[in-house]
């Protein structure tokens, strides 16, 4: 099978293309070549989606069965790709974000639920992406899926991850944790050593991808790992299995750490506190073939991969991500004194 990749070389496109490849399919990915390197043996296409005349030169005497679009944020620019392409290719599968809902992650969500309103043709430039707000990020993302829908009338997947780990992982979180935790110490762990989380393992996500493909599986699923697959506990227990550290894990509560005002998300990666957090329903990628392989796997190999390639590669989310020493100290020094 033919597939065009619209990005490819940073995280989840990539993995999806060296997925892909590995498999046999004929892959062509599309992007500026600016980040990342291209996956070898794979057909590279140079060009800027946000330029009309790149987007021409890519479908120019060009067809392919499917597209995997990872690089849309911005509607309007979405929706010139998805035109151009409705005429080159069979399906579109678009890679969406759990954060379309408005409701989450106050509350528990499903494909059911409300999602932002955003036209298909808003306009903007993704230049900046990696600095929007999550409603910012998530309105777009729903304005993308709709010129999707427009363009391609059924034969569309969408998908809408939670948080994606595992090898290659660009954003700054398990990395963060596993860095973090290699330095040994006493550890602030944030919250509930129990309570349960969601992270992915990009590939089970990019075999889900290629198994709706494959089959022809269309229509709108989040992704995450069921509920109760793993807890917080779980996580940095395996970074400390995996690293050979003598962390001390200290938990602090969360009712602490709200009252310290400490950044949700990021300063601690990951920690989270409103109820729907970790309670995305994805029973129905479930059955409709998604697998999820134990944290300790996606803990291990994403460790592996950051002692062999010395660090993720630069994203500006990155600066978002964990707490100063200093802060992490101070935090405890309180926590102790309480
Ligand atoms: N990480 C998570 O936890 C998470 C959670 C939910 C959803 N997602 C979604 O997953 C996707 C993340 O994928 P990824 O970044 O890892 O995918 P990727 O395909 O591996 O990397 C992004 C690609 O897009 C290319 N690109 C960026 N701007 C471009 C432009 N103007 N024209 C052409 N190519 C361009 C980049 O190359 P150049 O810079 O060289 O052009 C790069 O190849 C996003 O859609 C994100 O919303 C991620």
Redesign the pocket.
């Known amino acids: 099978m033919r597939l065009l990749?619209?990005?490819?070389?940073?995280?989840?496109?990539?993995a999806l293309v060296e997925q892909a490849a590995a498999l046999g399919h004929q892959v062509t990915?599309?992007?500026?070549?600016?980040?990342?390197q291209d996956v070898p043996g794979v057909e590279a296409v140079r060009?800027?989606?946000?330029n009309a005349a790149d987007l021409l030169s890519l479908v120019d005497g060009r067809e392919w069965d499917w597209v995997v679009d990872?690089?849309?944020?911005v509607p309007q620019i979405v929706g010139n790709s998805v035109r151009l392409l409705s005429s080159r290719a069979r399906a579109y599968v678009f890679?969406?974000?759990?954060s379309v809902y408005p409701g989450w992650p106050a509350e528990p969500v499903s494909e059911d639920s409300e999602t932002y309103e955003c036209a298909p043709d808003t306009p903007g430039t993704?230049e900046d992406e990696a600095n929007w707000t999550a409603a910012q990020y998530g309105a777009y993302?729903a304005g993308c899926e709709r010129a999707v829908q427009e363009a391609f009338e059924g034969q569309v997947t969408i998908l809408r991850?939670?948080?994606?780990l595992g090898p290659m992982?660009?954003?700054g979180r398990l990395t963060w944790w596993l860095t973090r935790i290699t330095r040994g110490g006493r550890v602030l762990a944030p919250g509930d050593a129990g309570k349960p989380i969601q992270p992915i393992d990009i590939r089970d996500l990019t075999a889900f991808t290629l198994n709706c493909l494959e089959k022809g599986i269309t229509g709108t699923f989040n992704l995450t790992t069921p509920k109760e697959h793993t807890t917080f506990g779980g996580l940095l227990n395996a970074c400390r299995a995996v690293t050979g550290s003598d962390a001390e894990l200290t938990w602090v509560n969360d009712e602490f750490l709200v009252e310290q005002k400490e950044r949700q998300w990021t300063a601690i990666p990951l920690w989270r506190t409103p109820a729907g957090t970790w309670a995305v329903d994805s029973a129905k990628a479930t059955a409709a073939g998604l697998t999820c392989r134990p944290i300790e796997e996606t803990v291990r190999d994403t460790y592996a991969w950051l002692r062999e390639s010395g660090g993720p590669l630069a994203y500006d989310r990155q600066a978002h991500h964990g707490l100063s020493p200093e802060r992490e100290r101070e935090l405890l020094e309180l926590w102790d004194r309480r």
Do not use: C, H, Q
């Open positions: 990749v619209l990005g490819g070389t940073r995280f989840v496109g990539r990915t599309f992007n500026r070549g600016r980040t990342g060009g800027d989606r946000e990872t690089s849309g944020y890679l969406s974000t759990v993704a993302k991850p939670g948080v994606i992982e660009n954003v």
